[in-house]
Structures are given as structure tokens and as C-alpha cells.
């Protein structure tokens, strides 16, 4: 069984491949790449499913779950959003409806929500899911909190826990001594390709979703709704 994460990033996408023993670091310039490359199943860190209005019922319960850091989910991506022309005039028209805005975080997030939202299709959705990192590295660090991915320890502590999974070569990705460094430490470029750390980091929790899809971690517990596209709204971890 070959899984496959994938994390967004500035040009393109990091992907790391899981097929058995041997694993792979890869950069994809688009999502639609995937179709050049063989896998069994895969988890992308983007929502995949997205409402007319409203929030979506998989992102509050991760917040719910994730607190005291609720604010590593991002809430309020819904169709349309995006067709806006700018964050504040999209935020101005929500709030002339009655709903929220949005943060500045998710609406940078536009070109590659976007760009899922294109791709999937209900029956591609049977291998190519949402995920969530930060519940992966909940779930793998016994449901303790974790601290911030972007501090030396909060590095430190998901590297291990990536190779007490298996992913061993991690370390190797990253090259923390060989690349720049932030004011605190953390690696802040990997292979040139313009990745951060912690974007290679997120693409191996991806993974381990992907490849634990079986296990049934998945939210909203009580069952997904399903968009217009017939897309269902969840979460897997």
C-alpha cells in the first residue's frame, strides 16, 4: 500500500511517499501531478469540501480538540469565497450577510484550496482526503498538546515522533545545519526548493493519515456533510 502527504507551500506542493520500507521526499509544482505518480491513498493539508455559508463542522470539532491551540485549525472556507477581490472586501460582504469573516491566514490559502477543489471529484475522494497534521501529531503524542512547530522543541518533538513511526530519514530532509536559520534555530529553507521545515514536517503527518485511513480517525464523529459538489466535509488524522 503506497500513501502519499501533501502540504502546500509557496511553489507548489512538498510530498512525502510511503511504500513500505522506502520513502521519498518530492516537490510538486501542481496537485494535478499526481496523476503521473502511483500511489494508493492520499491526505492533503487543505479543506477539501467546502459549504455555501457557514462553518464547517470538521473544523470546529478539530479546534475543539487541538485547544488550548484552537487557532491551528482555520475556519470559514466555503465556495465563492474566493471570487472576492481582495480579504477585506470578501470579509465586508460576509459581515453585510450575518456571518464571520475570515482570517488573513485561510484567505492566503486561496490559490491552493482552489486548486483541490478543481481536482477532487466524490469518487478521486475515495483516495485523495482531507487531513490535519496538528491532530496527527496530537494523536501521536498521546493527546498532549504540543508546543508550536515553528520553536526548536516544538521541531524536536515532532521529528521524533515521525521516527518513532517509521520516517527516519526526516532529519536527513530537513538538513537543519546545513540551511538557514530562524532567530530561534529552526531550519528555514530545505533543499533550496523553498519549503520550511515545518511544511516538510506536515507532509509526513499527512502520510501517516493517509496511511492509517483504516483506523477510522476521521471528524465530524457523528458523519459528513456533503458540499455541492458532493464533496463530504471531514477531517482524518
Not at 54 to 74: I, M, N
Not at 132 to 151: A, D, I, M, W
Request: charged share 30%.
Amino acid at each position: 500500500m503506497i500513501a502519499m502527504g501533501l502540504d502546500g507551500y509557496a511553489r507548489g506542493w512538498v510530498a512525502v511517499r510511503l511504500n513500505g520500507a522506502k520513502h521519498e521526499l518530492l516537490f510538486l509544482r501542481s496537485i494535478a501531478e499526481l496523476s503521473a505518480i502511483s500511489f494508493d491513498r492520499v491526505g492533503v493539508d487543505m479543506p477539501i469540501g467546502l459549504p455555501e455559508r457557514g462553518e464547517r463542522a470538521c473544523d470546529l470539532e478539530a479546534r475543539a480538540l487541538l485547544r488550548p491551540h484552537a487557532s491551528r485549525v482555520f475556519t470559514g472556507a466555503r465556495r465563492g469565497l474566493w471570487d472576492h477581490p481582495s480579504h477585506a472586501e470578501a470579509n465586508r460582504i460576509l459581515k453585510q450577510r450575518g456571518e464571520k469573516g475570515v482570517s488573513v491566514q485561510l484567505w492566503s490559502l486561496g490559490p491552493k484550496i482552489c486548486e483541490v477543489d478543481a481536482l477532487l471529484t466524490p469518487r478521486l475522494q475515495a483516495r485523495i482526503r482531507e487531513v490535519h497534521p496538528e491532530l496527527v501529531f496530537l494523536r501521536l503524542n498521546g493527546g498532549r498538546p504540543l508546543p508550536s512547530k515553528s520553536t526548536r522543541e516544538g521541531l524536536a518533538l515532532r521529528m521524533g515522533l515521525l521516527r518513532a513511526e517509521g520516517l527516519t530519514q526526516v532529519r536527513r530532509w530537513i538538513e537543519v545545519e546545513r540551511h538557514k536559520r530562524s532567530k530561534d534555530g529552526v531550519a528555514s529553507l530545505t533543499y533550496g526548493s523553498g519549503a520550511k521545515a515545518d511544511d516538510v514536517l506536515d507532509a509526513c503527518a499527512a502520510a501517516i493519515a493517509a496511511r492509517d485511513f483504516d483506523s477510522g480517525r476521521v471528524l465530524p464523529r457523528s458523519g459528513a456533510v456533503k458540499d455541492a459538489k458532493r464533496l463530504k466535509m471531514q477531517i482524518w488524522y
